[in-house]
């Protein structure tokens, strides 16, 4: 019966290992219970029963601490939500083109059509993975010139990626601010888009109607990049965390407004300009999560000073 | 408090297990010994702590499976005997650090 109680412990500490690590940590676990059991029933002069063994797990640590006190066995690529985001969107690109081959061979007369469409996808998709790859090689460059251990090094990454006024995140988000206002002031006009899904004709995505929009867009870049300085400058960081969630629901008005003018090349076809829509409807939802994150953000600042949920943490 | 008695703890206990292990040891000998120089280990958190040390190459192991049940024994490496070194050293700085500290103190009581 007391089998049954030290294999749901054990089970329980080692659950989410590797199967090595497991087996290893299992048998030392299991080792150790016995061990402390058979003393403590000693001291009572009875060999290992139910009741020593309850003694033993009690005073152990409940299973999931335990567990979160092993080494982890994730490596960079396991735990980055980049590498998970190219191995997704890796999936996918193969998904199309499995059914690009299908249909090939199934109606190849009616498939020259979808077919375009289909590699038209892939290779967004592939230019998708190769910017995070890039994106994940970057960042992986950049920790690695630390002269720490691997996990050390693992997570000291997360905890800056997840942080928004560590250096590595303002870096970035200053980097995407500064490409934003090169788009809008500079490459807009001239960014192609297939004026339809079929004929593979591209045409200028916007129409001169966007101009209206580049001041604002401007502005707005902009006090992204002061609110990101802010970030690494001020002590509070409730202040442009504050900030930043004002950014978010001015982005929302403007996204709005763009929907509404739909400042986009009339040449579009109409399938297309529904896409945008969908895209810009799509943006103005998520756009309006960030900001109700970003405030929740702002009161945890507020009221621990930082990310914390208690003053014990 | 807690969490500096932790973090020191930690610090420590790695210390302290290097210099047990200059001797072959299983786990819940380690413990008992702990216990003899006066110090609790929580049952259980030495593991952890053991497995760490080898992941470093501070200390190797070996199981041995003919007694009345499965043991993994840890030995202190070469590379762990350095280690301690510098850590003993590091230690000693900083109590007599805080001895001057604590010196200090009392005279200006």
């Avoid at chain 2, 007694?67 to 230690?91: F, N």
Wanted: charge should be neutral; charged fraction near 20%.
């Amino acid at each position: 019966m007391y089998e049954r109680l030290i294999d749901e412990y054990v089970g329980k500490v080692t659950k989410d290992m590797g199967t090595g690590q497991r087996e290893e940590v299992g048998r030392e676990l299991k080792s150790h219970i016995y061990d402390s059991a058979e003393a403590t029933a000693a001291k009572r002069g009875a060999g290992i029963d139910e009741a020593a063994v309850r003694e033993v797990l009690a005073r152990m640590l409940p299973p999931e601490k335990l567990a979160a006190m092993y080494p982890s066995r994730e490596t960079f690529l396991t735990k980055s939500s980049v590498w998970k985001a190219v191995q997704a969107l890796a999936g996918i690109a193969v998904a199309f083109l499995l059914l690009a081959g299908i249909l090939s061979f199934v109606a190849p007369e009616a498939a020259e059509v979808p077919v375009g469409v289909i590699l038209s996808i892939v290779m967004a998709l592939a230019v998708a993975i190769i910017v995070l790859a890039v994106i994940f090689f970057t960042i992986y460059l950049y920790e690695s010139r630390l002269k720490m251990t691997y996990e050390a090094r693992l997570r000291r990454l997360v905890k800056s990626l997840e942080h928004p006024a560590s250096p590595l995140v303002v870096g970035m988000a200053i980097a995407l601010a500064a490409f934003g206002l090169i788009f809008v002031q500079c490459l807009w006009p001239i960014i192609p888009f297939p004026a339809d899904f079929s004929t593979g004709r591209w045409v200028p995505l916007f129409s001169p109607a966007f101009d209206t929009f580049v001041p604002y867009y401007t502005l707005w870049l902009v006090a992204e990049i002061i609110v990101q300085i802010l970030y690494l400058t001020l002590r509070n960081k409730w202040v442009p965390s504050l900030l930043e969630t004002g950014l978010s629901l001015a982005s929302v008005l403007l996204t709005f407004w763009v929907l509404q003018v739909f400042p986009f090349n009339p040449e579009l076809s109409t399938p297309v300009q529904t896409s945008i829509k969908v895209l810009l409807a799509l943006a103005i939802l998520g756009t309006l999560v960030d900001a109700a994150k970003k405030l929740w953000q702002t009161a945890r600042f507020f009221m621990y000073g930082d990310l914390k949920n208690s003053q014990a943490e | 408090m807690e969490r500096f008695e932790t973090e020191v703890r930690r610090g420590m206990m790695k210390a302290i297990i290097l210099c047990l292990l200059e001797q072959e040891h299983y786990g819940y000998d380690i413990i008992k010994s702990l216990l003899e120089v006066g110090i609790d280990v929580d049952d259980g958190t030495l593991y952890p702590i053991l497995r760490r040390l080898e992941d470093d190459k501070l200390v190797a192991s070996r199981w041995e499976t003919s007694g009345p049940r499965p043991r993994k024994y840890y030995v202190i490496t070469d590379h762990g005997r350095e280690i301690r070194e510098k850590m003993l050293a590091s230690l000693g700085s900083m109590n007599a650090a805080l001895e001057t500290m604590k010196g200090r103190i009392r005279r200006e009581d």
